[in-house]
């Protein structure tokens, strides 16, 4: 049996690789390769799995849905890079090859047209941007409701074709909901936090000791810059309230960065950098870069990202992905808007829709040293918000039980 595993964006990226290390287990599996429809594959080349067909970086970096952003990508060559992969997909498809499709319609498009057997994982949708548990959100439109779930008709179809093996999707309640219409699906879990310790309670530490911040700027430049400058203000919101309190900010910026804007940021902010890193935090100091402010300290850190949201206590996010990873460890989080194209108004709405209760959504970055007061001071939110982590994320495991999954059912 031969592989091929299709994604259209980092995060999308990382969530294949973590099936496709799963499923080099098998025997049977004779050849795993991928195609990421949206940027270069970063997280595959370190994983080590072959990319085949041709890749590049668009300028909108994927998000291209007005049309100046759409009109800079159709200049640099957006339809002859997705003619050059229906090819090579249909290609893979003829000559007997499975597909996995990781992410949101387009791979799913694309491994429809393949003409092969193909099984999906939808990373982009849940219910839980029209409902709860308790039915329809407030928020939600008569059109969403008529069209009956986040799944719309012509996505339903997609996945209902005799082609698609299974439909693994990010939690429970999208599971319930797809079942109602006789689709393929699978309920076991978000491969998200696999690479995660999860416990489901959180306790802030006592005033004596550093309260940790995990910063998230997101994984697409020049929107990440734009982002981190915005944080930055957040960051002095805290200090303006928090003036008596040691605090360590933890900065998870994406590996393929280059760091040297967001240290002359930090720089422009009054912060020094220090060239000893004092901290124990399982944080190599070739890897984290310290900057400190008074009682302030930030470690700008490129390689230690799950240790960082492992340690953090709160974050402050303008992250798809990422954002995710942190609610599932049962942590809260601040955001506010930014200028796009990716973390707009209306993305951060939606993310908030998505994550409930752990996502707190602010207008202005000034606003959120107070928001964090209102959080440290409300233990049964916290424990709602610890709770609810999980419900939507779900437990650790879940690209093994999907990779099983994959060979024993779909595939057989």
Not at 249 to 265: C, M
Request: glycine share 8%.
């Amino acid at each position: 049996m031969e592989i091929l595993v299709i994604s259209n964006g980092h995060g999308e990226d990382v969530i294949a690789v973590s099936i496709a290390e799963a499923l080099r287990q098998f025997p049977e599996i004779t050849k795993i390769s991928a195609l990421p429809l949206v940027g270069k594959g970063y997280a595959y080349e370190k994983a080590n799995i072959p990319i085949i067909g041709t890749v590049k970086t668009m300028p909108s970096g994927g998000f291209n849905q007005d049309i100046k952003q759409m009109g800079r990508d159709l200049n640099d060559g957006l339809l002859t890079l997705t003619y050059h992969q229906y090819q090579i997909i249909k290609q893979w498809g003829k000559n007997g090859g499975k597909i996995l499709a990781v992410g949101d319609i387009l791979p799913l498009l694309f491994a429809w047209l393949s003409g092969g057997e193909f099984a999906f994982v939808g990373t982009a949708k849940s219910e839980y941007y029209l409902r709860d548990e308790t039915g329809w959100l407030a928020s939600t439109s008569l059109l969403e409701r008529w069209l009956g779930s986040m799944y719309f008709p012509w996505e339903r179809w997609l996945i209902n074709r005799s082609a698609c093996c299974g439909v693994f999707v990010r939690d429970s309640l999208t599971a319930k909901i797809l079942g109602e219409f006789s689709i393929p699906v699978y309920d076991l879990g978000n491969p998200m936090m696999d690479h995660f310790s999860v416990n489901p309670s959180l306790t802030f530490p006592p005033e004596t000791e550093p309260l940790i911040i995990l910063l998230l700027p997101g994984s697409r430049m020049p929107e990440a810059q734009n982002n981190w400058q915005l944080i930055l203000q957040a960051v002095d919101s805290i200090k303006a309230v928090f003036s008596q309190r040691s605090l360590l900010f933890l900065a998870a910026i994406t590996p393929s960065f280059n760091s040297i804007p967001f240290q002359e940021d930090l720089v422009d902010n009054s912060w020094q950098k220090e060239w000893i890193n004092t901290y124990n935090l399982s944080i190599p100091d070739e890897q984290g870069i310290l900057f400190s402010r008074e009682q302030e300290r930030l470690i700008i850190s490129q390689q230690a990202y799950q240790t960082c949201l492992q340690l953090s206590h709160i974050g402050i996010a303008m992250a798809g992905t990422a954002t995710e990873q942190f609610v599932g460890l049962g942590k809260p989080v601040i955001s506010f808007p930014g200028n796009g194209p990716q973390f707009t108004q209306k993305f951060a709405q939606n993310q908030t829709r998505l994550l409930g209760c752990s996502v707190t959504l602010v207008d202005r970055p000034q606003e959120v040293g107070h928001t964090l007061t209102q959080l440290i001071k409300d233990p049964k939110k916290l424990k709602n918000i610890a709770d609810n982590g999980q419900k939507r994320l779900g437990k650790p495991g879940a690209a093994q039980r999907i990779a099983n999954c994959v060979v024993n059912e779909c595939f057989n």
